[in-house]
């Protein structure tokens, strides 16, 4: 079973369309994650969610919109793609606590190459 | 804020050989240390951390990294290497305080035979 799994893998897409990514976890963490990978293997994360509830949202255009139904499961929508939104993007999760600490393992899912054409 | 710096974009080494990836970082605040290996094709896996204690901290498949925090370096060492360590090295950092992890630009190590 994969601790977690984001679907699709691959997604082909033309510019202006609207996408979604799914990443589900079955950890039972309360700390789920997206994370963007560049071109040149950059990375930076772009949203978490804790129980539902965003606590970080980095400089992303509002074009991107994380959802999360449930502490197991943040998708991201894509309105519009351009371009620039190709890229590898990572789903993660871990375990934070109510003491919010630091030292938790993140867990990656196998991510999603997203291309616009 | 923090960020993280990793010296060489890619280390080419032949196979048994050591190997050392160089990693500094900048943090106004205590971190929590991570090396995580991406192999081709696939998601980030961790190979070790530091949070307190020993400075010299050993991962999964033979790695171990020592922290030092006077340079503000976590430098990930193996004695010798095999082909199949071929892989993206990324270290990264999170505030003790927070879980916001901070990459730096990756190593890329290719093994030779």
């Known amino acids: 079973d994969t601790a977690v799994s984001q679907t699709p893998k691959y997604l082909v897409t033309q510019m202006g369309n609207d996408k979604s990514i799914k990443c589900e976890q079955n950890?039972?963490?309360?700390?789920m994650y997206w994370y963007k990978q560049d071109s040149k293997k950059f990375l930076k994360i772009m949203f978490s969610?804790?129980?539902?509830?965003?606590?970080i949202n980095e400089t992303v255009p509002n074009r991107f919109s994380p959802k999360s139904p449930d502490k197991a499961h943040l998708n991201l929508h894509i309105n519009s793609l351009e371009l620039g939104d190709s890229a590898v993007y990572f789903c993660?999760?871990?375990?934070?606590?109510?003491?919010?600490?630091?030292?938790?393992?993140?867990?990656f899912g196998a991510g999603t190459r997203l291309s616009v054409l | 804020a923090q960020s993280v710096t990793q010296l060489d974009s890619q280390v080419p080494v032949f196979e048994e050989a050591p190997v050392e990836l160089r990693c500094n970082y900048s943090s106004s605040v205590s971190v929590y240390l991570f090396w995580y290996v991406q192999y081709p094709n696939q998601g980030l896996q961790l190979l070790l951390k530091?949070?307190?204690?020993?400075?010299l901290v050993k991962g999964i498949n033979g790695f171990e990294a020592e922290f030092n925090k006077s340079q503000t370096s976590f430098h990930l060492r193996k004695p010798s290497v095999h082909i199949s360590d071929t892989a993206e090295y990324f270290c990264a950092v999170t505030p003790r305080a927070g879980n916001k992890l901070t990459f730096g630009g990756g190593t890329r190590v290719l093994v030779k035979p």
């Open positions: 950890l039972g963490h309360d700390t």
């Open positions: 969610y804790n129980n539902k509830e965003l606590i």
């Open positions: 530091y949070l307190s204690g020993s400075t």
């Open positions: 993660a999760s871990s375990q934070v606590g109510l003491m919010g600490g630091g030292g938790n393992i993140q867990y």
